[in-house]
Each structure stands twice: as C-alpha cells, then as structure tokens.
C-alpha cells in the first residue's frame, strides 16, 4: 500500500482538521450497502473529521460521476456492482493487482490524480485466513463472472487451489475469468453434469435468494456437494439464503460476504488515510448496522 501505515487504536484521535468526503457508487442497490455505516461509525470513534455517503449512478452517467469524484475533491470511494470492471479508463494509474484482476472497487486520490486498487481481493484473502480455511491443493468452483468472481479466482490462485472452475450464464465472460486464474470455465446451466469434486464454492453472483434467482436456487437445491468444505456466499444481507440453507443442509462451514465487508472496510480506510484500524473496530461497527 502507497503512504506511510499507522497502527492506530481508539486512544488515539483526531485525524487531521480537513472534512473528508468518502463515497460509493452502485446503481439503486446502492441503498442496501452497510458501508455507509460501517465507515462512519468507525471514522467517528477514531477521530476522523470525514462523512462517507452513497450515491446512485445511472449506467449511462457513470463517465459523469467520475469526473464528480474529481470536481467535488472525494477523498476516496468504492465502487460496487455494475461499475467495477468498467470505470478503469477513468483512472489516472491502476494499481498491479487491479489490473491483473481486471476490475477496480477502491478509488483512492493523492491530489488531483485518482487511483483504481481492488480491496475485495485483499478483504476476501484475509477473510479466509481469519476462518483458518487454506485453499490450497483444492478445488473450487466460482459462480459468475463479473467483478467479485474475478477478484475471487486471482486470491484462490494466489493461494495456491489446485483447480478453479468458473460457471456463468457467458460462455465468453466465464472463459475470460478462467483464463486468467488458470483454470476452467463451463456453462452453468451444465454444472448439474459436471463430477469433479468440489471443496469450496463461492457465490459471485448477485443472486442469494430465491426471489433474485429461482433458476440459481433451483440449481443450488439439485447440487451434489459431497466433497465440499466451505460455501462462500460473497453477497450478504439476504433474509433467505438458499446458499446457506445448502451449506445447513449439509455440515459445510458457511460464510457470506459481512465477512469480506469487514476486511475490504479496513484496507480501504487504510488507502484513503494512511490509518491501519484494527479489524475488531470494523467488526463491532458493522454488527451494529445489521
């Protein structure tokens, strides 16, 4: 990370005089995000002088909203679904794991110019060092293939997976995610034939309930998952969760994406200012918001 780090605990307080306005941007799930409130719950309680806000951008604005990043002096943002893999010509330079990632959630400003980092792969890597799950030598299976599924396969392969397999409605956008891990891609509605074992499966989709998705929570009830260790559902905040029935059903440790919340929070916090606020404090704002 670019800037000097500080660990930094709740004794210590006000961080710089300056208000600072840190945003996201999504399209209308925008107003179902926690962040607003975890990250002002927790900038208040170590002194930062900031406000972090939502804004909801039209498709067809987004070119706007980032030149509103730069006009309005946002000291920082994360960018959510459907923007990430689409606003890095906007950027003035992308960070080396964005780029190889192929998708940007964390904008981050040093004066005038902006930079495009992706703290989902960082937050989901530490969230499973947390759990104490080691993805290596194992199989996994990736749901989707937008932003979250790409950011997914680079930190299994990071982590050394045996075999990544990507399954999307696209053919051509489950290729382009498996080609970059290594790995392999197939239609999802082929999943059903497929019989490699599978040891962990994430939910990069935006679906996680029946409501979203009657054709994924029909797949999900069907799934044979024998071999299978852990669910990782990346979307949270489903009051029904067919992916955590799944995983009920069938004694497989699960976990959705508050986890991941929590550790992407802090190392974008981290970005914007320098400040390495202890993970417990994201921890403790965000059980407060749900």
């Given at each position: ?29 925008v ?31 987004i ?9 309005l ?14 606003i890095a ?24 110019k ?7 792969a ?7 060092d ?6 290596a030598?194992?199989?996994?299976l ?16 990071w ?51 029946t ?9 999900a009830?069907?799934?044979t ?66």
């Open positions: 990370m670019p800037g000097k780090s500080h660990h930094f605990t709740l004794e210590q307080s006000s961080y710089g005089k300056q208000h600072l306005v840190f945003c996201i941007l999504s399209d209308e799930r107003y179902s995000s926690k962040s607003p409130e975890v990250f002002t719950q927790v900038m208040k309680r170590a002194g930062i002088n900031g406000t972090y806000v939502p804004f909801m951008v039209h498709p067809e604005r070119g706007e909203a980032m030149m509103s990043l730069r006009a002096n946002i000291a920082g943002a994360n960018v959510a679904v459907p923007y990430k893999e689409t010509p906007y950027m003035d330079s992308v960070s080396e794991s964005a780029e190889i990632i192929g998708a940007i959630n964390t904008i981050a400003r040093n004066k005038d902006l930079k495009g980092y992706n703290t989902n960082i937050g989901l890597m530490d969230a499973l947390e759990i104490g799950f080691n993805p030598g194992k199989t996994a990736i749901l989707g293939a937008g932003g979250a599924a790409k950011a997914a396969a680079f930190v299994l392969k982590l050394k997976a045996d075999k990544i397999l990507v399954a999307s409605r696209s053919e051509s956008r489950a290729r382009q995610v498996a080609v970059r891990s290594g790995g392999e891609f197939l239609l999802l509605d082929d999943l059903l034939n497929h019989k490699i074992p599978i040891h962990m499966l994430f939910n990069a989709t935006t679906a996680s309930s409501e979203e998705s009657p054709e994924l929570a029909d797949i009830s069907k799934l998952l024998p071999d299978c260790e852990l669910i990782f559902d990346l979307n949270y905040g489903r009051v029904q969760n067919f992916w955590q029935d799944k995983a009920q059903e069938n004694g497989i440790l699960f976990r959705d994406g508050l986890l991941t919340l929590v550790h992407q929070a802090r190392n974008s916090l981290s970005l914007w200012t320098g400040l390495d606020i202890e993970t417990d404090e994201f921890r403790k704002a965000l059980e407060a918001a749900v």
